[in-house]
């Protein structure tokens, strides 16, 4: 079974009026959450008695506030619980959530399948029905769900439901080398273009900041955003519906976000298509495994020698000829047979073992180490 969100756009602007009201009450109970944990926290660091506040302290202290500030008391209820999880996640008080002035927090009022009656289109939430674009069909068990709103003020109403993994499965295996002038090579040699969204409106997205059209550049950026999503679904969705086994490599695209690349790295998006692959195939039951890229741009796949372009001056080095056997190689399909053939033995629960030869041959769970010291 597998936890899919459905989001649907809502299309009542009186309903989208009180969802903002119910935002306010919502991060007032966020807010309470915060304060009780700071001011713990306060007196630990003074030597002074005091218990550290769990989920079920916080609803007992939050009991009966919900009727006071118009929400629902499972929505007070799923507010301390959600507030627990991400502290104990993080290992950290969260932040306050700020309800007005520029930086304030977007809307966001959760709530649980007995909390709301569904009817088609209509969502009914404190006997107030709340209508909304229905694009798709629901599948499986309604779990939990949320009213959220995006930058530009808009609402939204996501569900989450239980689904079942049945849907079937490909029979082809591929490896992936993410890139930034293709936004992923395949080892059968396919490519996936890097449309590079940001990059087509950012003449538009910089005209409009400075003449100072805030709306204008929300729009934008939402635009933006819509497009590269619907990019990486349309070519997640393709290369999980053909394969059973997925590989990847496992570019750090956050520490990458920290070079001169940074604005091509976030524009090509690597962690959503990973994520979006990832939840794909298990509902296909199929394997997705993300293995070490390292060395797999030097390393021949048919021999296994380290023969390949090496340090900054080699990346320019799209296609090499291997010293020792002579195969010629496309830099970024080599990428990916060998990050195809180390998934393989990830996949199999294998150990490592030496270059074994043959085509795509080479059979360490890693491609971090070379083959021939």
């Known amino acids: 079974m597998s936890i899919i ?51 079920f302290d916080l609803l007992n202290l939050c009991a009966g506030v919900a009727a006071q500030i118009g929400l629902h008391s499972d929505t007070v209820k799923s507010i301390c619980r959600q507030f627990a999880a991400s502290r104990d996640r993080h290992r950290r008080c969260p932040g306050f959530r700020s309800s007005f002035g520029a930086k304030r927090s977007l809307g966001w009022v959760p709530f649980i399948t007995r909390a709301i009656q569904l009817d088609g289109c209509v969502v009914t939430y404190l006997k107030r029905r709340i209508q909304f674009w229905q694009h798709r069909q629901l599948e499986g068990e309604l779990k939990a769900g949320a009213f959220i709103q ?17 849907l079937d499965a490909g029979q082809g295996e591929i ?115 993300e293995v070490d890229e390292r060395f797999s741009s030097q390393t021949c796949s048919e021999c296994g020698s380290l023969s390949g372009p090496k340090g900054l001056k080699g990346l320019a080095v799209r296609a090499w000829d291997c010293s020792e056997c002579g195969a010629s190689h496309n830099r970024d399909v080599n990428a990916a047979r060998l990050i195809l053939c180390s998934g393989r033995n990830a996949a199999l629960h294998l150990p490592g073992i030496p270059w074994s030869g043959g085509r795509y041959g080479y059979d360490e769970v890693g491609v971090g180490l070379p083959p021939h010291q």
């Open 5 to 55: 969100t459905y989001k649907f756009r809502v299309k009542d602007r009186g309903g989208a009026k009180r969802l903002a009201q119910q935002a306010i009450a919502s991060n007032q109970v966020w807010n309470f959450c915060v304060a009780t944990q700071r001011e713990a926290e306060k007196r630990r660091r003074e030597g002074l008695a005091g218990l550290w506040p769990t989920a």
């Open 150 to 166: 995006d930058a530009r003020g808009r609402w939204f109403v996501t569900f989450q439901c239980d689904v079942a993994d049945d």
């Open 175 to 289: 490896g992936i080398d993410l890139g930034l002038k293709t936004l992923a090579t395949c080892s059968n040699g396919d490519e996936i273009p890097a449309i590079r969204h940001f990059r087509q409106y950012e003449k538009a997205l910089g005209n409009a900041q400075r003449a100072g059209k805030k709306q204008r550049v929300k729009a934008i950026h939402a635009k933006i955003a819509a497009a590269r999503r619907h990019h990486l679904h349309v070519a997640s969705a393709r290369l999980a519906k053909a394969n059973k086994l997925i590989v990847v490599g496992n570019v750090n695209s956050s520490q990458l976000a920290k070079t001169r690349m940074a604005k091509s790295v976030l524009d090509a998006g690597w962690s959503s298509f990973r994520n979006m692959l990832r939840y794909k195939l298990a509902r296909r039951q199929a394997v997705y495994v």
